[in-house]
Every structure is written in structure tokens, then in C-alpha cells.
């Protein structure tokens, strides 16, 4: 059994004269907000800012005013040119977008077979007209290779070296091959210039 009577406890009283106190309470010197490196950070990066944006428009309103006296110079310029030359780029315009769309397109063909496989005027025709080719119309065809940019005696020249090289021909065999109408079907004119500039 336990005992329920308990003395009570007497206060423990200090050894020493002087009172016991309190620890003391460290109070921080609080400084004021002007005083902080962080806060003169922050006030500097904001200065910044507002000069870099200040400078941004400045940048663009000067360029601005730049372009703006340089497309009035051109447009001046335009304003000087000859009335048949306006007249002639309007006429090239209006017959570019009155051209059809499948006329474009051989175009874009043609292009590439011209200028890439560089085939002869007729060969690029062909190739537009073809069941296995382009399937374009004749006339679509005969637009694109009136008025594809290209060299055909170069194209010519570039199947003639192409023989040379990888086939081993002579001049005569090559000019045979690039006249065949089984073969480049080049013009013979086109052809003589191949062979002339072979070995150049």
C-alpha cells in the first residue's frame, strides 16, 4: 500500500544572499529597414529595371522612326521609276495569279526535274506528260517548260560528265545517248556544247 500522507515540501532556499533572477532576455537591436544590404539590393535592381525599359523604348521608337523614313525613301524611289515599268511588273503580276493551279504545279515539277535530275527541255515535258510521269496536260506541261529557270546546255554538260564518269563513254557514244530520242532527248545544238565543254 502506498502512503498518502506526504509532507509538504519546504522551499529550497538559495545558498547565497543575492536573489535568484530571471535569465536575461536577449532584446535584438533591430535595424531599421535602410540599414539591410538586401534592401539596397532590391532598390538597385529595381532602378535598373526601370532604366533598361526606359532605353527599350527609346531603341524602338528610334528604329521606328528609321524604318519608317526608309519605306517612305522606297516608296519615293518606286514613285520615280518609268510608268511603263510599273505598268510592265503589274502585267507580270496579274499573269502570275491568273495562271492555274495545276499549271503551278508542273511548274514546281518541272523545276525539280530540270534543275535537280537535269534533264532536257523535251525529257522534262515528257516526264510531265506521262501516264507514269506527272499526268499534267499538254498545255500545263508546255507552260512549265516555257518558263522553268534553267540552263539546258549546262543540263546537258552534267548528263554528258555523268555518262563519262560512271559509264566510261566515248564523246560520240555520249552524244549519241544525249540526241536519242530513247534516251536524254537533248537538241543536237545542246549536245555539240556537252561534248565541247567535257573535260573542262
Same mark, same amino acid.
Given at each position: 500500500?502506498?502512503?498518502?500522507?506526504?509532507?509538504?515540501? !519546504?522551499?529550497?532556499? +538559495?545558498?547565497?544572499?543575492? +536573489?535568484?533572477?530571471?535569465?536575461?532576455?536577449? #532584446?535584438?537591436?533591430?535595424? #531599421?529597414?535602410?540599414?539591410?544590404?538586401?534592401?539596397?539590393?532590391?532598390?538597385?535592381?529595381?532602378?535598373?529595371?526601370?532604366?533598361?525599359?526606359?532605353?527599350?523604348?527609346?531603341?524602338?521608337?528610334?528604329?521606328?522612326? $528609321?524604318?519608317?523614313?526608309?519605306?517612305? #525613301?522606297? !516608296?519615293?524611289?518606286?514613285?520615280?521609276?518609268?510608268?511603263?515599268?510599273?505598268? !510592265?511588273?503589274?502585267?507580270?503580276?496579274?499573269?502570275?495569279?491568273?495562271? +492555274?493551279?495545276?499549271?503551278? #504545279?508542273?511548274?514546281?515539277?518541272?523545276?525539280? *526535274?530540270?534543275?535537280?535530275?537535269?534533264?532536257?527541255?523535251?525529257?522534262?515535258?515528257? $516526264?510531265?506528260?506521262?501516264? *507514269?510521269?506527272?499526268?499534267?496536260?499538254?498545255?500545263?506541261?508546255?507552260?512549265?517548260?516555257?518558263?522553268?529557270?534553267?540552263?539546258?546546255?549546262?543540263?546537258?554538260?552534267?548528263?554528258?560528265?555523268? *555518262?563519262?564518269?560512271?559509264?566510261?563513254?566515248?564523246?560520240?557514244?555520249?552524244?549519241? !545517248?544525249?540526241?536519242?530520242?530513247?534516251?536524254?532527248?537533248?537538241?543536237?545544238?545542246?549536245?555539240?556544247?556537252?561534248?565541247?565543254?567535257?573535260?573542262?
Amino acid at each position: 500500500m502506498t502512503n498518502n500522507n506526504f509532507a509538504p515540501q !519546504q522551499p529550497v532556499q +538559495p545558498t547565497s544572499q543575492q +536573489p535568484i533572477q530571471p535569465p536575461a532576455q536577449h #532584446s535584438k537591436n533591430k535595424k #531599421s529597414l535602410w540599414k539591410r544590404w538586401w534592401f539596397w539590393l532590391i532598390i538597385i535592381l529595381v532602378v535598373f529595371a526601370i532604366a533598361g525599359q526606359g532605353a527599350a523604348k527609346n531603341n524602338s521608337s528610334a528604329g521606328n522612326t $528609321q524604318s519608317s523614313s526608309s519605306t517612305t #525613301s522606297q !516608296q519615293s524611289s518606286a514613285d520615280a521609276d518609268s510608268p511603263d515599268e510599273n505598268t !510592265q511588273n503589274q502585267q507580270k503580276e496579274s499573269e502570275k495569279s491568273d495562271v +492555274p493551279a495545276d499549271y503551278k #504545279s508542273a511548274l514546281r515539277q518541272a523545276d525539280t *526535274y530540270a534543275n535537280t535530275m537535269h534533264m532536257s527541255k523535251a525529257g522534262v515535258y515528257d $516526264q510531265l506528260t506521262s501516264e *507514269y510521269g506527272g499526268k499534267f496536260s499538254a498545255e500545263a506541261a508546255q507552260y512549265a517548260v516555257d518558263n522553268v529557270k534553267t540552263d539546258w546546255n549546262a543540263n546537258a554538260l552534267a548528263k554528258a560528265k555523268t *555518262y563519262q564518269e560512271t559509264m566510261a563513254m566515248s564523246p560520240e557514244a555520249i552524244r549519241d !545517248q544525249l540526241t536519242s530520242q530513247a534516251g536524254e532527248k537533248f537538241t543536237p545544238e545542246e549536245a555539240d556544247y556537252a561534248i565541247e565543254h567535257l573535260n573542262d
